[in-house]
């Protein structure tokens, strides 16, 4: 019976590892996700020297400089906050500790630009809190200011954070607490056996952490615009829509794509070469440790003052402003949510189902056929999510301005017709770029449900007479049906927030939620921000809600 069913994955496989046995509609589809990355990264190798010496005169030192601070204080924040509280649940009782524990996730919920300007309203100038001390102070030249890199820094941190605690709190978990109690008994004090062994085993899940909190940072536009403190990411959209240089564009997106990749060979350097490994899986892990009397409720204090900074105030005063304004709007303010909400949910809903599909395409064909090359595009294909937002709607303006030009000179040359701009600034072609943007998402889902399916079923499917896509369509997708409508689910919230691929590429006229509220909060217009960014944040509480509900199922 192992023969047969090895014969019978042999011919499902094809009997080769190249790019011949590769079915044609798989590869068309990683190729498209993969172009715009390509597309970028090949501006970089036909460089235009005056694009250079314009950029290095104007825009190129400042945006450099202040990507590099941003990035090294979101990962220092991130890091210091989220090793922090990660250690403090998984090695201390205290009051409350179960509930805060998942509190704590809480802010992952709010976009680092909906987080910005409720910071920017509330400690600016002519904000609540300086407006309450400046009876009591004669000079608040001591306050802070908020529109700064620092500023920007401190926003980031309380919204990414989480990347760095949920990883970090598994890479704890996963420990044995036998080793911990060997280190005590050769003398070791607790911060020695923390940084000695404890830190070492978690090194890799952190690393993976602080590289998603700082390619996030990396990623955004919005709110270092808000704090005025300008980036190569926001220097991207600048050229676009202030200079209208496609090249320029092109190039600085390059260059930002080449920031990722050193962030992603800087998450396997800090990983080490070392590695590590528990012996004997079914050990107990770390057990936790009852801080007594005031140490305890000064704990739960800290983790409570972490979640009311990155939760609590952006949500309660989003609720406020709401409540506040909304009564007070102009007649048919209602229908302009209403038509900004229709837009965010159709796009959500197109990129998350487009996304789906493709990704159980790309997982179904990678292992049916059992092919190198299948595999290799399947991952690249997933690459997008690394890339910034920017860089991928330069990457698919590009290819797409070429295409709808050289249509439209064929149609004048063939019937003296002119179409115009057929995929550029379409919803095609934002949705195309969402798809290549988080296709990761959806295929990860869809990928780990597969891996759940026994070679036996597809065998035995095979045996049966059922060609490649009876066999998708009658065995793996039933399935794998879980997983596609978790990968969906993310895929809609991550598109719901999605700010610079709308900005870059909307159809003109055609405003999403994220956007209306990026425009709102530009003009410092709170109460007209106020209700979209609710919605966005109530959409994002989703993700956090379903990690809870696998996490529970898992312990």
């Not at 990883?167 to 607790?190: I, W, Y």
Request: with cysteine; net charge positive; aromatic share 10%.
């Amino acid at each position: 019976m192992s023969l047969l069913k090895n014969a019978v994955l042999q011919r499902l496989s094809g009997h080769g590892q190249g790019w011949r046995n590769l079915p044609v509609l798989p590869l068309l589809l990683a190729l498209l996700v993969v172009l715009p990355v390509l597309v970028v990264s090949s501006a970089l190798l036909t460089p235009t020297r005056e694009v250079w010496l314009h950029l290095g005169r104007t825009l190129l030192p400042e945006m450099g400089r202040n990507t590099f601070l941003l990035l090294v204080g979101v990962g220092i924040g991130t890091l210091l906050l989220g090793v922090s509280l990660a250690w403090l649940v998984v090695a201390y009782r205290f009051p409350g500790r179960g509930m805060l524990e998942w509190l704590l996730v809480l802010p992952m919920a709010v976009p680092a630009y909906v987080q910005a300007f409720v910071y920017m309203a509330t400690f600016d100038f002519a904000g609540p809190v300086q407006t309450a001390l400046r009876p009591f102070f004669n000079d608040l030249t001591w306050f802070p200011e908020i529109r700064s890199g620092m500023g920007a820094v401190l926003v980031m941190t309380l919204v990414l954070y989480p990347y760095v605690y949920l990883l970090a709190k598994a890479g704890f978990r996963e420990q044995s607490g036998v080793l911990m109690e060997a280190a005590r008994v050769m003398g070791h004090s607790p911060t020695a056996v923390f940084v000695r062994v404890t830190l070492p085993l978690a090194r890799p899940s952190i690393a993976a952490g602080l590289a998603l909190a700082v390619m996030e940072a990396l990623a955004d536009f919005a709110t270092v615009r808000f704090f005025n403190f300008p980036t190569l990411s926001d220097g991207v959209i600048r050229v676009w829509h202030g200079m209208m240089d496609l090249r320029a564009a092109s190039e600085l997106a390059g260059l930002l794509a080449l920031a990722a990749l050193a962030i992603i060979l800087l998450e396997y350097a800090l990983r080490g070469r070392t590695r590590y490994f528990q012996a004997g899986g079914k050990a107990p892990g770390i057990t936790p440790t009852a801080l007594p009397g005031w140490r305890g409720w000064l704990a739960a204090a800290a983790c409570l003052l972490v979640v009311a900074a990155a939760f609590v105030l952006p949500v309660g005063q989003l609720f406020s402003w709401t409540l506040r304004e909304l009564p007070h709007q102009p007649a048919g303010t209602l229908a302009v949510y209403g038509q900004l909400a229709r837009n965010s949910i159709a796009l959500s809903a197109l990129a998350a189902f487009f996304a789906t599909i493709t990704a159980l395409l790309l997982a179904s064909w990678s292992r049916l056929t059992s092919s190198r090359a299948a595999f290799v595009l399947a991952k690249l294909a997933t690459s997008g999510y690394a890339m910034p937002g920017a860089v991928i709607a330069v990457g698919i303006i590009v290819p797409l301005s070429v295409f709808d030009h050289a249509l439209n000179n064929f149609l004048i040359a063939w019937r003296g017709i002119s179409v115009g701009l057929v995929l550029t600034g379409s919803v095609a072609g934002l949705v195309y770029a969402y798809v290549v943007r988080f296709m990761a998402v959806s295929y990860g889902s869809v990928d780990s449900s597969l891996e759940k399916i026994t070679p036996n079923v597809t065998a035995a499917a095979r045996l049966l007479g059922a060609g490649p896509w009876r066999l998708l369509w009658r065995v793996h997708l039933p399935l794998v049906m879980p997983g596609m409508v978790a990968g969906a689910i993310l895929v809609f919230v991550d598109v719901m927030k999605e700010l610079p691929i709308t900005m870059m590429m909307r159809p003109f006229g055609y405003d999403t939620l994220a956007v209306w509220v990026w425009q709102m909060a530009a003009e410092s217009a709170w109460g007209g921000a106020s209700l979209p960014a609710l919605v966005i944040v109530l959409a994002g509480l989703v993700p956090v809600v379903l990690l809870m509900r696998l996490a529970a199922r898992k312990n």
